[in-house]
């Protein structure tokens, strides 16, 4: 297995790795450890750079099987047991870490308002939409989640990342904050993102150590998504 540094420490922006193994049809290598996120949970893959010496390697795509974290190269893959540092995209990423975070804390806002779980959910850098079942939900609320989420975000909450393990992270059903449980069946540790008194749920994706890293946020719609699904989707103020 790969180590995944971008669990434990989602600011490291480098790190020195090791090709354990490659596959030349996809044009992928297997490294020994990483901080590229390989996506998940609606946050999109990493991007950036292996280096080999004074040699740039473009990684274009990251994905997670059993075996490891794969990088998918521009380039010619480098041979087995070859040395590479590691280099990411990092103001893309640190959007995506301002975003995800931003997206929990809408969680949370919601969660406290309505009592409703997330019914889907995506992000891109800077902006993100969340889904969720509000057949109730009034127009004029619109402007009072959005100041309230402001509000929270402002507040510079902590983040904090534990782990728990599986038969544990069973116990505690408010964890899971989708309308259905998505945690693969043969997980047998759970990394939870607990932003402090606002929102507290299993999730994979890179975060910020603060809500006042997010900055604030613009609630840009709602939309009625039938069946009373509501989308909500917002941008970050720049």
């Given at each position: ?25 996809d ?56 040395d ?83 038969e ?26 607990d ?36 989308r909500?989707?917002?941008?970050l103020?720049?």
């Amino acid at each position: 297995m790969t180590e995944q540094i971008y669990s434990t420490d989602a600011y490291a922006r480098t790190m020195d790795g090791a090709v354990v193994r490659t596959d030349t049809d996809d044009n992928r290598v297997l490294l020994d450890r990483t901080v590229f996120y390989p996506g998940g949970g609606g946050q999109p893959h990493d991007v950036g750079a292996l280096w080999i010496g004074d040699d740039r390697l473009s990684v274009v795509r990251v994905t997670a099987d059993r075996d490891g974290v794969w990088h998918w190269l521009e380039e010619d893959v480098p041979g087995v047991g070859t040395d590479v540092r590691g280099e990411l995209d990092w103001d893309r990423r640190y959007r995506m870490m301002r975003t995800h975070t931003a997206m929990h804390a809408m969680c949370g806002v919601i969660w406290r308002r309505y009592q409703v779980p997330v019914t889907g959910g995506n992000m891109d850098a800077g902006e993100g939409r969340l889904d969720f079942e509000l057949p109730d939900w009034n127009s004029e609320d619109k402007p009072g989640v959005e100041a309230e989420l402001n509000a929270e975000l402002e507040n510079r909450l902590p983040v904090e990342v534990s782990f728990l393990p599986r038969e544990e992270a069973d116990q505690d059903p408010s964890l899971i904050r989708t309308k259905i449980n998505l945690l693969p069946s043969d997980l047998r540790e759970v990394r939870v993102i607990d932003i402090v008194g606002l929102d507290r749920q299993a999730d994979g994706g890179t975060h910020v150590d603060s809500t006042g890293e997010v900055g604030t946020i613009s609630l840009a719609t709602v939309k009625s998504k039938g069946r009373g699904f509501r989308r909500f989707r917002f941008t970050l103020d720049e």
